[in-house]
C-alpha cells in the first residue's frame, strides 16, 4: 500500500480553502524543481498539534501545481511520509505509483484522491504528479518528519475528528 484515503475524516473546513486559494504563492528553485508554495494557518489546527502530540515533527504547506506540469519520478527526502488534502482539482490532475517495475515496463498506480479530505502518502517511494489541465492544482501538504507511513496510517484511521 503506497497512499490511504482518511474517507471518515470530515472535509476540509470552508476557511481553509478560502486561505488556500488566495494566499500569496512563492516560487522555491531547488535545483533539481521547483516549487510553488505558501504559508498556512492549517500549522496551529487540533489535527496537527495531535499529530504533533502522538507522532512527532510536522510541518504544513500550501502546494500549488501550474496547468500542464509535471514532477517527474521522485521521493521525497526530508520527510517520512506526507498527508495531502486536495482543495482544488480535475479529473485530469494525478499522483502514481510505480506497482511493479521490470525494464521499460511498469504498472502504475492511481492515488485516489477524494476532494476535501485528507490522503496519507507514502513518499519515500518514487511517486510523479501530473497537472494536466489548464487549471492549478491546490493541495495543503503536511509533512511528517520522523513517523513512517505506516505508523501514520495506523494512528490517524483509529483517530475520530469532528472538525480540523
Not at 510553488?36 to 502546494?63: Q, Y
Request: with cysteine.
Amino acid at each position: 500500500m503506497n497512499f490511504y484515503c482518511l474517507e471518515h475524516f470530515p472535509l476540509l473546513n470552508q476557511k481553509y480553502i478560502q486561505e488556500g486559494l488566495s494566499v500569496e504563492y512563492k516560487v522555491y528553485n531547488s535545483g533539481a524543481y521547483t516549487d510553488i508554495r505558501a504559508k498556512t494557518s492549517f500549522e496551529d489546527s487540533k489535527l496537527i498539534s495531535t499529530i504533533r502530540e502522538n507522532l512527532g515533527d510536522v510541518t504544513c504547506m500550501w502546494a500549488k501545481y501550474n496547468p500542464m506540469t509535471i514532477l517527474d519520478w521522485h521521493t521525497d527526502p526530508g520527510r517520512k511520509c506526507s498527508i495531502n488534502i486536495p482543495i482544488k482539482a480535475n479529473p485530469t490532475a494525478k499522483t502514481f505509483y510505480r506497482k511493479r517495475f521490470a525494464g521499460a515496463i511498469f504498472d502504475l498506480e492511481e492515488v485516489k484522491y477524494i476532494l476535501g479530505k485528507p490522503t496519507v502518502m507514502d513518499v519515500l517511494k518514487p511517486h510523479c504528479v501530473y497537472n494536466g489541465c489548464e487549471e492549478d492544482r491546490i493541495i495543503l501538504s503536511i509533512s511528517l518528519i520522523k513517523s513512517s507511513f505506516t505508523d501514520t496510517v495506523n494512528f490517524l484511521k483509529d483517530l475520530h475528528i469532528e472538525s480540523y
